[in-house]
């Protein structure tokens, strides 16, 4: 069974760090590209980064360009996102997910997210 | 960067058939992709690729697309499928993009 266990979330000052880790398992986590997607509360989806399984190639979405870093470790099956200089509009839930090639690339299943913060 | 465009909100009466659509450049290119979230949910894949559903999906639910515009449609609207639903597709630099999200209401 596809599992994706986020772990890290909390509250954090404006102009602070956090971050955040995806555990995964149940599938080839070294062969997958791996995506961070965020949700504002009473928000929409919003993407927000992606890299590759070679760990070498990173996406992100131009509202946390320069302050996020994506990163992954294949032996531990971990996805990790790196926030810095947070700000109030970066308070989401934040849901690590995996394009299935079994599935056109697109995200199944996801897992229950986890909350940051950005507060003082 | 591209942009996907639903209506914040639908309604259906039970049993009865609606349509959700999602508006965007990129879907000239690539399919839709179409997720349900319940309230304090995550996320959950209900379409896919041309008209795909993951198991457990009811076949109730279909997809389809014409030049820039997708469609989620549900035949005989269930209660349960009170949520919204969320369109996303990519763009040529492998970015991904949702749309606003569409409220439906099961009247």
């Known amino acids: 069974e596809v599992q994706l266990v986020e772990s890290g979330g909390g509250l954090v000052q404006p102009g602070g760090s956090l971050r955040l880790s995806c555990a995964a398992s149940?599938?080839?986590?070294?062969?997958?590209?791996m995506h961070w997607v965020r949700q504002a509360p009473g928000k929409g989806l919003v993407w927000v980064s992606r890299?590759?399984?070679?760990?070498?190639?990173?996406t992100y979405a131009d509202s946390v360009k320069g302050r996020f870093t994506i990163s992954r470790d294949n032996a531990k099956s971990t996805l990790y996102l790196q926030m810095n200089s947070l700000r109030a509009e970066d308070t989401a839930v934040y849901y690590c997910?995996?394009?299935?090639?079994?599935?056109?690339?697109?995200?199944?299943?996801w897992g229950q997210g986890t909350l940051v913060t950005v507060s003082s | 960067s591209s942009e996907l465009t639903q209506d914040p909100a639908v309604s259906v009466a039970l049993g009865q058939t609606v349509r959700i659509t999602c508006q965007g450049d990129?879907?000239?290119?690539?399919?839709a992709a179409w997720y349900q979230q319940k309230p304090g949910q995550a996320p959950v894949l209900v379409i896919y690729?041309?008209?795909n559903r993951p198991s457990g999906i009811p076949d109730r639910f279909s997809g389809s697309t014409s030049e820039d515009t997708a469609s989620l449609t549900i035949t005989g609207a269930q209660a349960e499928d009170e949520a919204d639903y969320y369109c996303?597709?990519?763009?040529?630099?492998?970015?991904?993009?949702f749309g606003g999200g569409t409220k439906l209401t099961v009247l």
């Open positions: 997910a995996r394009a299935a090639h079994d599935y056109g690339g697109n995200y199944h299943p």
């Open positions: 149940g599938f080839t986590f070294s062969s997958s590209w």
């Open positions: 890299i590759n399984p070679d760990e070498n190639k990173s």
């Open positions: 990129s879907l000239r290119t690539y399919y």
């Open positions: 690729g041309e008209n």
């Open positions: 996303n597709s990519r763009d040529s630099s492998g970015s991904r993009v």
